[in-house]
């Protein structure tokens, strides 16, 4: 059972990024009265700031943080204050270039950009502690701080690490791990091709081979490797800073991104966590975050609002988040990257969408643009120019909003469903082709299904530690690919499924072990007994034939895209529906096996929007707000609920006005009133509604 947090905010907070160090330090006062004006009340400050406080090997300058400090403490404006470790001094990479990441083939990241360290580099480490400690020394009583972030976004940029701190740290990873070469060779599978290693010095981190044919189990390795390194850097600030803070401050991270076993970093380093949330990513030129994460688009991309798919994956990790940097204007850098401004009312719509899915702090990236670096066109709240502009205006608007939401702080998302990950299958689907197109489909189909038929949804994390508690909650529970699986997670899905739960499982379920061996059992390996289901075939689809669909028994034709696992129904199993065309055609597509009070449903494809729409349907999921709101398509609702009182949040992705119909009166946060009935979204538009209960409503 994962531990539960203290809530952090118990007011809706909206706060900014700054760099007092980019700016002339006349402008200061201004900008700090500017942003409490405009409801700021939180700024992160100090991420990239090493030089201002070691500008030189062991020469220590705190008076720059201090003067500002001290001002915000004036101006009343509080301070989440940010270790440096992103970007090591000049003076730092030059004298020991040892810290440096190295690309695959050993060529080290050189100075100029960020990230460019390795956690393992014991240099690094040593002078990364030293730096965090002063500063937690210093300013670790200041009254204006309020929390701490560590480093920025750990594992951005680059999610690998090619240094020989790195094959070093690998090495004593995998003695711990596995205790012998012995022990190593037989969980990398090194029989084959001849790739048995004699001694740990020729153990190393994936390294560039013929065809990119690198082994799998090393690679899952690796990855897993990766996160314990960043998690234990992590974990060495945090412990530093957590001798010095003051009781109530509170210690992140920002980010989400790759690599990285983010339910473990909050659980053993955070008081919380903090994302930063840039939809325009998910309408533009994508990025992949996370390893699951919504930016790439692809067939059932719903645009800007795949960005709630995002959000779901951090409230898995952390139920009641902040977000550091929340897109303030249109992104890009001078080497990559082009996006729109956001349009009238979008500024509104995406923090509005973080705050539905959990976010109780909103800081905007960043306050004014920078006019100098890479970044300058990475725009912030204000222009170069530093006038007054309509992005200041709508943060000004936004801030009303959020303040009318006060009442709304810690409450909990309500999921209809959840959608089971672990971190197993993620660097597997990483590491594995097979394993990675199926699943990204899925999650993408799951995801788009359910907006559209306006099922609220949580993403459920899961691991050996999972108990029942964690998971009884949720009526229905898709794990779309377990294509790992061990026994202990077999087992609590067994007891969800017991005591009354529905399972929907699709292809591709059980075959490999932890290592990422396939194992010599029937799939869906050790869910057999529970599916009562084997698959006796399975193939890709096929380029050129007709795609694959089945025939449900109410008659409903179903795609069964992508990849298909012919299925055999064991004795007791229902045969819910068949393939309809293909060499399988006849056999088993979907199955229904009844165990204890509940179910398990076998699909033997991915899951698309269409296919996923239909089983919520099947599974009396689709709509269940009806009785509340009723919604057009372009309009996300999120539930929230808290003391009893229950919160529809209601968001516009389109660009045309639209309406919604509220059933029965609800009072409208934002002004206070109570309405019902028809009520006009803008283009853009959102509107957070406390629905009254039967006994309020005359
Ligand atoms: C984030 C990062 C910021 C800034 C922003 C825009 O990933 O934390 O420092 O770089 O993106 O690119």
Redesign the pocket.
Known sequence: MRPKKRLIWTKKTMGTDYYPEQWDSALWESDLTRMRAAGISVIRIA??AWNKLEPEDGVFTYGFFDRFLDLCAEKGMKVIFGTPTATPPAWLSEKYPEILNCDIDGNPYRHGSRRHYTYNSPVYQKYAARIVEREAVHYGKHPAICGWQID??LN?ETTDFYSEADNAAFRVFLQEKYGSLEELNRAWGTAFWNETYTDWSEVHVIRKTVSGGVNPHQHLDYLRFVSESCIRFAKMQADIIRRYKKPGDFVTT??MFGHLDNCRLQDEVLDVYTY?S?PNFAQSIGRAEGGNAAGAGGEESLGDRDWSRNLSVVRSVCPHFGIM?QQAGP?G?TTKMEQASPRPGQLTLWAMQSVAHGADYVGF?RWRTACAGT?IY?HGILDWDNRDNRRLAEVKEFYKKLRALDETAGADCRGFFGVLQDVDNQFDAEVDCWHGRVEAASRQGIFAAAQKAHVPGNVVSLSDETDLSELASYPVLFYPHAVILDEKRAAVLRSYVEQGGTLVIGCRTGYKDLQGHCVMQPQPGLLSRLTGTTVKDFSFACPGEDPIIALAEDGRVIPMPLFNDVLEPGEGTRVLAAYANGYFQGEAALTEHRVGAGRVLHLGSTFCRENTAWLLCCLHLEEPLQDMVLAPDEVELALQEKEGKKYLFVLNYGREKTTITLIHPAVLLYTGRTVQGDRILPPFGTAVYRLLEERERD
Do not use: R
Request: aromatic residues 34%; negative net charge.
């Open positions: 991420e990239f920025n976004e951005c920002n980010g930063d840039y940097e992104g850098w990236f970044e990475w």
